[in-house]
């Protein structure tokens, strides 16, 4: 568990808004990654958002090290255009998976989540594996009628994964 994700007594009416919210931002979020369109990936982000990718043992002993670490969505759109446009790489599908959310918290302002994540590549080549999987620790800030992610900390469970693409997860 990271610190400021403990789970909180929650409404029932409003954990499952909540949770029908987020499941929609999940599905819009990877529709648009799988389809390809990364430049468009730092728009589910605020301003001054936070983006960690981190390896398990790294989250639970504390260390802010990680796989990608971005603040703002300047530096998710430099990583963005860099998949996107300049990394060279093998062509590749990506699936995203995101399943289990738990609603933490629901506030006027903000909802805390917690979901597990896959990320399953296929190289155009070769077969299908698993790239990534762990838990998706989000903080979402409520823009009108649409969340905006603040904070998404991605911790895999594993320290072996393949880098030669950190891709958005």
Not at 90 to 112: C, G, K, S, W, Y
């Amino acid at each position: 568990m990271l610190p400021g994700f403990e789970k909180k007594p929650i409404a029932h009416d409003k954990a499952l808004a909540a949770r029908a919210a987020v499941e929609d931002f999940h599905a819009e979020y990877c529709a648009v990654l799988d389809g390809g369109d990364i430049e468009r990936w730092p728009d589910f982000f605020t301003e001054n958002c936070l983006y960690r990718v981190t390896e398990y043992e790294n989250a639970a002993h504390g260390f802010p090290v990680g796989l990608v670490y971005a603040e703002g969505r300047d530096m998710l759109r430099d990583r963005a255009v860099a998949i996107s446009r300049t990394q060279m790489f093998a062509p590749r599908q990506m699936l995203h998976f995101v399943t289990n959310v738990r609603i933490l918290d629901v506030t006027d302002e903000e909802i805390i989540a917690q979901s597990n994540y896959m990320l399953m590549q296929t190289l155009v080549e070769g077969a299908t594996s698993l790239h990534q999987a762990g838990r998706l620790f989000d903080r979402f800030a409520r823009n009108g009628n649409e969340l905006l992610l603040k904070e998404r900390q991605a911790i895999y469970d594993t320290a072996m994964i393949a880098n030669d693409l950190a891709y958005p997860v």
